[in-house]
T-cell receptor, first 115, second 111 residues
Framework: DGGITQSPKYLFRKEGQNVTLSCEQN?????MYWYRQDPGQGLRLIYY???????QKGDIAEGYSVSREKKESFPLTVTSAQKNPTAFYLC??????????????FGNGTRLTVT | AQKITQTQPGMFVQEKEAVTLDCTYD???????LFWYKQPSSGEMIFLIY??????QNATEGRYSLNFQKARKSANLVISASQLGDSAMYFC????????FGTGTQLKVEL
């Protein structure tokens, strides 16, 4: 079955460490996205990529980095520069690249806790 | 700039009743898409329904319908015949070049 896989489901890290969240999709989608969700809040866009080897900052990109070397993969690195990294992270994909009518398909999320 | 507003942090509804979840939006772009997503306690985001800005008719998907009032810039979700499994967080979202979400409404369906 096609879908988006995020791993791991739960992740724990010590403050000051970089951590990479995995996102893989086999839907053959062009565009991929990373969102962050905090309790009681909606989703906020961190980074998005509409094509391989290209990505753009979203609304809250500071302290995060991404790469898009393959169409299927869009890993997110939470760096030590991110002041409040504890959150629920959701990866999504869609096609066509700029279609306003194409819904995003989401993974099941990674819950990151930094202490 | 795009903005989505959901003014109801929480709602209760009795099983088998209909419920309306409010959503207003703001954009200067004439072409946009409106979406509703459901997020159960497990965390995944489930796409429910889509409405395009140029669509003349309100979208419907099974028990979900979208009450689209373009002049008022509102896109309310109506769930008919509520079920216990409908208890979840519901997000309204708008897409111009990127998808922007509201803060969500927590719906609880009671017996």
């Amino acid at each position: 079955d096609g879908g988006i896989t995020q791993s791991p489901k739960y992740l724990f890290r010590k403050e000051g460490q970089n951590v990479t969240l995995s996102c893989e999709q086999n839907l053959n989608h062009d565009a991929m996205y990373w969102y962050r969700q905090d309790p009681g809040q909606g989703l906020r866009l961190i980074y998005y990529s509409q094509i391989v080897n290209d990505f753009q900052k979203g609304d809250i990109a500071e302290g995060y980095s991404v790469s898009r070397e393959k169409k299927e993969s869009f890993p997110l690195t939470v760096t030590s520069a991110q002041k409040n990294p504890t959150a629920f992270y959701l990866c999504a994909s869609s096609t066509p690249r700029t279609g306003r009518d194409s819904p995003l398909h989401f993974g099941n999320g990674t819950r990151l806790t930094v202490t | 700039a795009q903005k989505i507003t959901q003014t109801q942090p929480g709602m209760f509804v009795q099983e088998k009743e209909a419920v309306t979840l409010d959503c207003t939006y703001d954009t200067s772009d004439p072409s946009y898409g409106l979406f509703w997503y459901k997020q159960p306690s497990s965390g995944e985001m489930i796409f429910l329904i889509y409405q395009g800005s140029y669509d003349q008719q309100n979208a419907t998907e099974g028990r979900y319908s979208l009450n689209f009032q373009k002049a008022r810039k509102s896109a309310n979700l109506v769930i008919s015949a509520s079920q216990l499994g409908d208890s979840a967080m519901y997000f309204c979202a708008m897409r111009v070049n990127k998808l922007t979400f509201g803060t969500g409404t927590q719906l609880k369906v009671e017996l």
